[in-house]
T-cell receptor, first 118, second 112 residues
Framework: GAVVSQHPSRVICKSGTSVKIECRSL??????MFWYRQFPKQSLMLMAT?????????EQGVEKDKFLINHASLTLSTLTVTSAHPEDSSFYIC??????????????FGNGTRLTVT | DQQVKQNSPSLSVQEGRISILNCDYT??????FLWYKKYPAEGPTFLIS?????DKNEDGRFTVFLNKSAKHLSLHIVPSQPGDSAVYFC???????????FGKGTRLSVIA
């Protein structure tokens, strides 16, 4: 089945630094990837939609200058958390649909990245 | 405003019995509904889905029921097994390659 790989799985960084998270579709090409964030005991909240070759679309309340998304190829999207602060500590998860299937098909998720900002 | 609601944060069921997880939604544009299983520090794993044109979909021990008029869906797991213990998320999307909207999840504990 369709596989989405995310790296790193865990990262600890100091406040003020930037962290890059990679999301790859391993056996399919994805023109669109979706980035979610989950705070403890909360739901998965959509942050942004990453579009290959064009600008990402951000959800209301998500700062585009803080969460930089680059979808440079059909198999790779990156999320960079710039000038990270402790309140950015969260679980970040990417997802994509297999285009070989119909649009009403499940999103496949990466294993997530646990970001801790100290 | 929550478009997908899971009102039970937790559910405890004995092994072998039926687990019923419920989900309500408010957006009438949703036409595809899914259930995901999630463990801590892992991404969600797809379990089962249903299109709005159906009212039931079954896959092994898992059955999803959809009541469009009530904007309600449920996931039945029977028989429940200890390995089913996890957080279950209900999700929905509109037509097309659109993102999923998730509920807050229900933690299922299956007791041996």
């Amino acid at each position: 089945g369709a596989v989405v790989s995310q790296h790193p799985s865990r990262v600890i960084c100091k406040s003020g630094t930037s962290v890059k998270i990679e999301c790859r579709s391993l056996d399919f090409q994805a023109t669109t990837m979706f980035w979610y964030r989950q705070f403890p005991k909360q739901s998965l909240m959509l942050m942004a939609t990453s579009n290959e070759g064009s600008k990402a679309t951000y959800e209301q309340g998500v700062e585009k200058d803080k969460f930089l998304i680059n979808h440079a190829s059909l198999t790779l999207s990156t999320l960079t958390v710039t000038s990270a602060h402790p309140e950015d500590s969260s679980f970040y998860i990417c997802s994509a649909r297999d285009p070989r299937r119909a649009n009403d098909s499940p999103l496949h998720f990466g294993n997530g990245t646990r970001l801790t900002v100290t | 405003d929550q478009q997908v609601k899971q009102n039970s944060p937790s559910l405890s069921v004995q092994e072998g019995r039926i687990s019923i997880l419920n989900c309500d939604y408010t957006n009438s544009m949703f036409d595809y509904f899914l259930w995901y299983k999630k463990y801590p520090a892992e991404g969600p794993t797809f379990l089962i889905s249903i299109s709005s044109i159906k009212d039931k979909n079954e896959d092994g021990r898992f059955t999803v029921f959809l009541n469009k008029s009530a904007k309600h869906l449920s996931l039945h797991i029977v028989p429940s097994q200890p390995g089913d213990s996890a957080v279950y998320f209900c999700a929905a999307s509109e037509a097309g390659n659109t993102p999923l909207v998730f509920g807050k999840g229900t933690r299922l504990s299956v007791i041996a």
